[in-house]
Nanobody, 124 residues
Framework: QVQLVDSGGGLVQAGGSLRLSCAAS????????IGWFRQVPGKERELVAG????????YYEDSVNGRFTISRDNAQNTVYLQMNSLKPEDTAIYYC?????????????????WGQGTQVNVSS
């Protein structure tokens, strides 16, 4: 079992930045890819960024590519999502999730463990 705690959300003006953190505990010796998802009411949860176990492979959804950066520190069992040039449409609850395996997992069904979510609000 792996427990994930995501944090770092808040209220920011458009153009601002936030850094989200996802801290893992429990069976962290296993191999996990990590993804950051976001969800707004009435819409499906979508993957915005993912990173493989070694950090060598990453994925970004088109709307965040070039603005968001995902990184991980396996020694600290933490994954980060640096979000720059934030837009009002980035407003959502952001969740980190862990999938067993080396490569980036692209489907939410591949992720076995989820954080509790952190709210990001971007004002115009």
């Amino acid at each position: 079992q792996v427990q994930l705690v995501d944090s770092g959300g808040g209220l920011v003006q458009a153009g601002g930045s936030l850094r989200l953190s996802c801290a893992a505990s429990g069976r962290t010796s296993s191999i996990y890819a990590i993804g950051w998802f976001r969800q707004v009411p009435g819409k499906e949860r979508e993957l915005v960024a993912g990173i493989g176990w070694s950090g060598g492979s990453t994925y970004y959804e088109d709307s965040v590519n070039g603005r968001f950066t995902i990184s991980r520190d396996n020694a600290q069992n933490t994954v980060y999502l640096q979000m720059n040039s934030l837009k009002p449409e980035d407003t959502a609850i952001y969740y980190c999730a862990a999938a067993v395996g080396y490569g980036v997992a692209r489907k939410s069904s591949e992720y076995a463990y989820w954080g509790q979510g952190t709210q990001v609000n971007v004002s115009s």
